[in-house]
Every structure is written in C-alpha cells, then in structure tokens.
C-alpha cells in the first residue's frame, strides 16, 4: 500500500529512529510499503521515518523503479567507513522542489541486514554513497538541510515558509 510521505518539518522525521528488533510480517509489510511508496514518487531512496514509522530501515533503488534487481534493503544499517568528497545536488521526497548541492563522501563500506535476515556488506561509490549516506542520515533524524552551511539552510527555510504560506507546499 502506497503510503503518504512526510514533510520537513514533521517531528518523525527529525527523531532518531529505533533499531529494528526482528524481522516480523509487520516489517515486511513495512518494506512492501515503501517499495510501493518509493516507486510511485519515482525516487532513489525512502527511509522507513519518512512515512511515519521511527526504524532503522530504508531502501535505495539507483534505477528510480526502472530494474528491479536495482532495489536495496537495508535494515538497521551501519557505515563502517567513509573517505572522500563529492558535491553534487540533491533532492530529497520529504522537501519537494528543494535542492541543494550537498557535500558528501565519495566512497564508503556498508553493513545491513536485508529482508532476508541475511547480514551484507556493501562498497558503495559515487551515486550510490550518496544515496547510501542521504537515507542512512534519515535514520537520525538528519535531512540534507542540515548538512548545509547556515546561510544556504537559512535561505531554503525561508522558502519553505513562504511556499507553505502560499498554500503551494
Ligand atoms: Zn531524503
């Protein structure tokens, strides 16, 4: 089932999520729901807070619904490390038509368990380590706003108050 996606400014989304204690038919229905969810919005990532439910699991999909065997899930995961840099822009479902160009790192190594309860390790670069990092953030409750310098979130939240006062957001 398709659910709604929540927006800046909500307080699940800026809560640090809860670890997932074990792989029960809700969870799986869960991640059912955002597979759908993630589709229908033709998005490359969607973490679990971001339709309201305070865990830590997310899923990325590099191919935006286009290959199914693009789709990851990945449950209480954990960055074992990162190095480099990479600066590129970058949305997020729950700030529509707001971007900005976000530092992140360009590589980095991934432990989660996927729906299987198999536990992987994923090496992830470019794209895929920004996408990795961009939902992992979700989980504690961090959106990319936050990764910008003072002045750059000063100005998007300012546009996000007038969108919103302007009832177009
Ligand atoms: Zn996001």
């Known amino acids: 089932?398709?659910?709604?996606?929540?927006?800046?400014?909500?307080?699940?989304?800026?809560?640090?999520?809860?670890?997932?204690?074990?792989?029960?038919?809700?969870?799986?229905?869960?991640i059912d729901d955002m597979h759908e969810t993630l589709r229908d919005a033709s998005g490359v990532g969607l973490a679990a807070p971001q339709i309201g439910e305070s865990l830590r699991l997310c899923l990325v999909d590099l191919s935006a619904g286009r290959r199914p065997d693009q789709l990851l899930v990945l449950i209480n995961p954990e960055i074992l490390e990162s190095d480099g840099l990479q600066l590129k822009e970058e949305g997020c479902l729950s700030l529509p038509g707001i971007e900005a160009t976000v530092p992140r790192p360009l590589r980095m190594r991934v432990r989660a368990m996927d729906r299987d309860g198999d536990t992987r390790e994923i090496q992830a670069e470019g794209l895929l380590a920004r996408a990795l990092q961009h939902?992992?953030?979700?989980?504690?409750?961090?959106?990319?706003?936050?990764?910008?310098?003072?002045?750059?979130?000063?100005?998007?939240?300012?546009?996000?108050?007038?969108?919103?006062?302007?009832?177009?957001?």
Do not use: C, N, S
Not at 1 to 30: E, F, K, N, S
Not at 145 to 158: C, F, G, K
């Open 135 to 169: 939902e992992i953030d979700h989980l504690d409750g961090v959106l990319f706003l936050d990764r910008l310098r003072p002045v750059y979130r000063w100005a998007l939240t300012r546009r996000i108050r007038r969108l919103r006062r302007a009832g177009k957001w």
């Open 1 to 30: 089932m398709r659910r709604p996606i929540l927006r800046y400014g909500d307080p699940v989304l800026h809560a640090r999520a809860a670890p997932v204690q074990a792989l029960t038919p809700a969870i799986d229905t869960l």
